[in-house]
């Protein structure tokens, strides 16, 4: 790969990003770069669609294509192309949304119906399940910087986590989200937590893992550290987000307290909640959270019934409080995640990315490492979208 086609993508990205700060998740590339892009004048969306076409026009199949493939579908989304939702997603991401036929989510709440026995329905049960493991307001920071800890050791163990490597952790209020990594390149980041917002201990163990070590943190660290800095692979100094790179990035970090808390570093994950004075049973817990993943698919479905089915937002709302054994809240915020034109396809992201890379690495830890370390396309995974067979 040539530096120009490489640069030339890079650009893109980032007069893409001008017309939508969400366009863009991290940026560690020459800052001169992106203040030459800053300084220039907005580049209208047909011209980034022009720019895309002529930038596929000159590669081959490869990861960077995949990656322009997405930015010319965005931009032409921004310069008013008619497009369809599953189009859109299948532009950006490169797997196409399909409905999840509902036995599965019956299946699943068969499953879960046996792990948690009692009165109300299946979806009060669930939600008192979570009430029972709630982390106390005051114990959210403590048990989170801990947790870190532990799974940081867990990575270094997998991966060379380089000197100076490390992040920051930010307590925050106030905010409509549980947390999120902010990755400022030279191998630091940023984890803001809302310790306002409610988080049960499997929903505080899963966002320290999936956003920290060994997911989003350790995933921009060693591709920083192994294709940037080592390979001068400039493309992978920008992160976009509706593209197939973004795609495999939350599979990766969607598997990583699956792959974590399966292990035999399980029980030490448990003794740090236990030491935090919460009653856990990580084992039931896992078992819980294993039989409800299938339910993640309605949310696909639901912005299917939104956006191609032509359903009302009620008729979204019961479904998913229905399938995804949803509160009305949650419910309530999905629905405006489906609406935001940055984030409608988004979505799709989280169970096709779990699904896939799941399958890719089916438990082998050396597997998981080339997610981290390597360039990897959605066809290096498997074909399909991974959403049950129907």
């Given at each position: 790969m040539t530096e120009n086609v490489a640069e030339r993508y890079v650009r893109l990205g980032l007069r893409l990003g001008r017309h939508d700060d969400g366009v863009v998740d991290a940026y560690f590339g020459p800052?001169?770069?992106?203040?030459a892009i800053d300084a220039e004048p907005l580049s209208a969306p047909r011209e980034l669609v022009s720019s895309a076409q002529a930038l596929l026009e000159v590669l081959d199949e490869c990861w960077l294509r995949d990656q322009v493939m997405a930015l010319r579908t965005y931009a032409g989304v921004l310069a008013g192309e008619a497009r369809g939702y599953a189009d859109e997603v299948e532009g950006c991401y490169g797997v196409r949304p399909r409905h999840?036929?509902?036995?599965?989510?019956?299946?699943?709440?068969?499953?879960?119906?046996?792990?948690?026995?009692?009165?109300?329905?299946?979806?009060?049960?669930?939600e008192r399940w979570q009430q029972s493991i709630m982390v106390p307001p005051e114990r959210i920071e403590t048990l989170f910087a801990d947790v870190i800890a532990e799974a940081?050791?867990?990575t270094s163990d997998l991966i060379e986590l380089p000197d100076g490597?490390?992040?920051?952790?930010?307590?925050?209020?106030?905010k409509p989200w549980l947390g999120f990594l902010e990755y400022a390149g030279d191998l630091r980041g940023t984890v803001y937590i809302?310790?306002?917002m409610p988080k049960s201990v499997m929903e505080l163990l899963h966002l320290a893992?999936?956003?920290?070590?060994?997911?989003?943190?350790?995933?921009?660290?060693?591709k920083e550290h192994l294709l940037v800095d080592r390979g001068a692979l400039l493309e992978e100094s920008i992160v976009m987000v509706a593209s197939p790179q973004s795609l495999i990035t939350e599979g990766i970090a969607e598997v990583a307290p699956h792959l974590v808390l399966n292990s035999e570093a399980g029980p030490a994950f448990a003794r740090v909640v236990h030491d935090a004075g919460i009653p856990f049973d990580l084992e039931h817990a896992i078992a819980v959270e294993a039989a409800f993943q299938p339910c993640r698919w309605a949310e696909v479905n639901g912005a299917l019934m939104l956006h191609e089915?032509?359903?009302?937002?009620?008729?979204?709302?019961?479904?998913?409080?229905?399938?995804?054994?949803?509160?009305?809240?949650?419910?309530d915020h999905l629905i405006r995640f489906y609406k935001d034109p940055a984030s409608r396809t988004y979505i799709?992201?989280?169970?096709?990315?779990?699904?896939?890379?799941?399958?890719?690495?089916?438990?082998?830890?050396?597997?998981?490492?080339?997610?981290?370390?390597?360039?990897i396309r959605i066809q290096d995974l498997r074909p399909s979208t991974g959403a049950p067979e129907n």
């Open positions: 800052p001169e770069l992106k203040a999840t036929d509902e036995t599965h989510f019956i299946d699943a709440h068969v499953q879960l119906a046996e792990l948690l026995p009692g009165t109300g329905t299946l979806a009060e049960r669930y940081r050791a867990w490597e490390g992040i920051d952790l930010e307590v925050v209020h106030d809302n310790v306002d893992l999936h956003e920290t070590y060994p997911g989003h943190q350790a995933e921009r660290v060693a089915m032509g359903a009302h937002e009620a008729e979204v709302h019961a479904y998913l409080q229905r399938w995804g054994l949803m509160t009305p809240k949650l419910a799709v992201a989280y169970p096709t990315g779990l699904a896939l890379c799941s399958a890719y690495v089916a438990g082998d830890r050396e597997r998981f490492r080339q997610l981290l370390t390597s360039q």
